[in-house]
């Protein structure tokens, strides 16, 4: 009931229907998530193309001829759009609150699929309904050359357009990952579900796979706990000074790739040779120093630390990797060679996937012999793409907008 | 780095504020009191704008990487904000709000000092990497002084003395502030798509800073349905900040943070 005693379900509906028809289509998607035994049924190629066209000429049908009709008046209402808004908001919230995905989830959150919000059916209505209402309210706009409306178009369209071809399309995005070597041309991999996809189309062979280290961290550790002490940084380069918990700290030495021969460490360029240092440390409070090589060691190779005192010792960290990349030689099946180099942050395209870096033997670190890819395929990311700068175009509008009264 | 040490850089801001805010206070009595407040205030953000400067070339890598690193960001964003949005308005406690929360983080930077680590990730190597995080710290910064109207607001309602053209402002802030927001996330699923394989994987941090859009999507679909109800406008705006605050910091403290890949350097 409203204020001019409006009995609910009467027309024009407000936020109570609105809100209403909003919670029944979620508790409605929890239920079927609960009473379904499988999983929603992803949908590909081409179904997921005629689902989309049957949806556009739907809503394009209702504007047409139905929209002095009440109940599509009520579709393009801001009232509406605000329950869409909110419903949508709400199933986000629970997804930042709640682990998603996690493979140990069981009980009763996990049977109407509240750990996998996502692929839950309520999810599926939530949206749709946010798509449906998102819809109705830009045709009923209209597309006229006004400034105000051709930002409104961008940014209300531009949304849309992003959500619908992102969620049509999710289906169709193939994601697989596969180690490549040295020896032969892998055209074989594992896809997200754990399957393994026995013919990529490509074959993959790694030429060559190389790894940038930033200089490795010493740091003091208590003997017994483990524990790091130091709260500032050390780096061990040659030549670098550091004052450190009533130390003075020299590094005298410096080896990239360093054997211990004899308790002293040589550089030699050696499979497996871990970087190593040495070390010259003088208590401030006493003045006794100690000295010594630091080596982190490796898989092949002994570490080794340098005593401090009787709870304390100086060890040197593993390098962390500033860059690292695969030199690959990938093979078409019409006969095509491309070879080039794959960096983290920087993807090659190759017969319409796309290769990224993600890993190597993190054992054997700089020794890595083999390179793990992932190879991307989503057929809908030029839609999404489309979608994504009408967005950014209509936020330029919007900053325009908010600065009319010059802010900047 | 001796005499450009960060306490000595982020003392002598902090006192220069507190002098520009005195001056501007007692505006009335002091001649040209509005000018040397605004002078010192920019002094001081120049300062740290040095600092930071100077903090990106010896750290071989942009100093974006920590939340200790964003703070000193915000200490001069939010000046920056705040002294526009006090020369357009004339509302001094915009730039007095904006001043208390810069010294504020430069405060939590000199209690708890960071040792600037210069490693950084192959996967935060990227040029999307500084242009969004500087277009969600500019729009955090707006954000963050429009919820100023909003805390204000409610404590002035008890009052009945709040003024419907406050909230007109903080709407302009909220436009600002949510146009360089969609900019961020939309730069951050580029970003990520490079980086990542993929625009969107639902990471909690993605999923919060999409829950903080939608909130800022409501304000504005609500204040434009009803320009008066000002109590529900003012408590949304309010919401929507704390949303914005749990996905800025309050995420670490989160279950569902433990798998994130948004999780650097803490």
């Known amino acids: 009931m409203t204020k001019n005693n409006k009995v609910i379900w009467q027309y024009p509906w407000g936020y109570i229907e609105s809100f209403l028809i909003a919670i029944s289509l979620v508790v409605l998607g929890f239920s079927l998530d609960f009473v379904s035994e499988t999983k929603m049924s992803v949908i590909h190629w081409p179904t997921n193309l005629y689902i989309g066209v049957a949806v556009i000429i739907l809503l394009l049908l209702l504007h047409s001829f139905f929209k002095e009709k009440k109940i599509i008046k009520w579709l393009s209402n801001v009232k509406t759009s605000i329950s869409a808004i909110s419903i949508y908001a709400f199933l986000v919230l629970l997804m930042g609150l709640i682990p998603q995905g996690s493979p140990k989830a069981s009980g009763f959150i996990h049977e109407i699929a509240l750990t996998n919000i996502v692929h839950s059916y309520a999810f599926l209505f939530a949206q749709t309904y946010l798509l449906v209402v998102l819809g109705m309210v830009i045709l009923r706009k209209g597309i006229t050359l006004k400034p105000k409306d051709i930002a409104f178009f961008l940014n209300h369209f531009g949304l849309w357009l992003t959500l619908f071809a992102a969620s049509l399309g999710a289906g169709d995005l193939q994601r697989v990952s596969l180690t490549v070597n040295k020896s032969d041309a892998v055209y074989s991999g594992i896809n997200q579900k754990g399957k393994v996809i026995p013919d990529l189309g490509i074959a993959i062979k790694l030429i060559d796979f190389k790894i940038d280290e930033y200089s490795p961290k010493a740091f003091i550790v208590d003997n017994k706990s483990g524990d790091i002490l130091n709260k500032s940084l050390f780096y061990l380069e040659k030549g670098n000074k550091a004052e450190i918990m009533n130390w003075q700290f020299d590094v005298t030495e410096y080896f990239n790739y360093a054997v211990n021969t004899g308790g002293k460490f040589y550089s030699v360029l050696d499979y497996g040779a871990p970087p190593a ?40 960290a593993e390098p962390e990797p500033k860059k690292y990349s695969s030199h690959i030689k990938v093979y078409t099946e019409s006969g095509k060679i491309i070879s080039d180099t794959v960096f983290v942050n920087k993807p090659i395209s190759a017969n319409g996937w796309k290769i990224y870096q993600i890993d190597y033997d993190q054992e054997k670190g700089r020794w890595s012999e083999i390179s793990v890819l992932e190879l991307v395929k989503d057929p809908w990311i030029k839609v999404v793409y489309f979608g994504i700068f009408l967005m950014m175009l209509g936020a330029i509008y919007m900053f325009w907008v908010g600065n009319k009264k010059k802010i900047l | 780095m001796n005499i450009f040490n960060f306490n000595n850089i982020a003392f002598t801001s902090i006192v220069l504020w507190i002098i520009a805010m005195l001056f501007i206070l007692f505006d009335k009595k002091i001649k040209k009191a509005i000018l040397i407040g605004n002078i010192l205030t920019i002094i001081g953000t120049l300062l740290i704008i040095v600092f930071l400067s100077i903090m990106w070339i010896e750290i071989e890598r942009p100093p974006f990487r920590t939340l200790g690193e964003t703070r000193i960001w915000y200490a001069v964003f939010l000046p920056i904000v705040g002294i526009l949005t006090f020369n357009n308005w004339k509302y001094k406690w915009f730039l007095f709000y904006s001043l208390f929360l810069a010294i504020l983080f430069l405060i939590i930077n000199i209690l708890n000092p960071e040792n600037f680590d210069k490693t950084l990730m192959p996967a935060l190597q990227s040029p999307w990497f500084v242009p969004h995080v500087i ?27 709040f003024k419907t053209e406050l909230l007109d402002k903080a709407d302009n802030l909220v436009y600002i502030g949510f146009s360089f927001l969609t900019l961020g996330l939309l730069f951050g699923a580029l970003w990520a798509k490079e980086a990542w394989g993929h625009y969107w994987t639902w990471d909690p941090k993605e999923t919060w800073a999409l829950l903080t859009w939608f909130a800022y999507l409501l304000y504005i679909h609500f204040r434009y349905r009803h320009k008066k109800k000002i109590v529900i406008a003012l408590w949304i705006l309010a919401l929507a900040f704390i949303i914005l605050l749990i996905c800025w910091v309050g995420i670490n403290y989160l279950a569902v943070a433990s798998n994130s890949v948004h999780t650097y350097g803490s």
């Open chain 1, 277 to 316: 240092a040495y070390v010259v440390a003088r208590n401030m409070k006493n003045n006794i120093v100690k000295k010594g090589w630091l080596s982190c060691g490796s898989f092949r190779y002994k570490g080794d630390f340098l005593e401090l005192s009787d709870e304390t010792i100086l060890v040197m």
């Open chain 2, 135 to 161: 277009v969600y710290m500019v729009s955090y910064a707006f954000l963050g002084v429009s919820s100023l109207v909003s805390a204000w607001g409610i404590y002035l309602l008890k009052f009945k003395t």
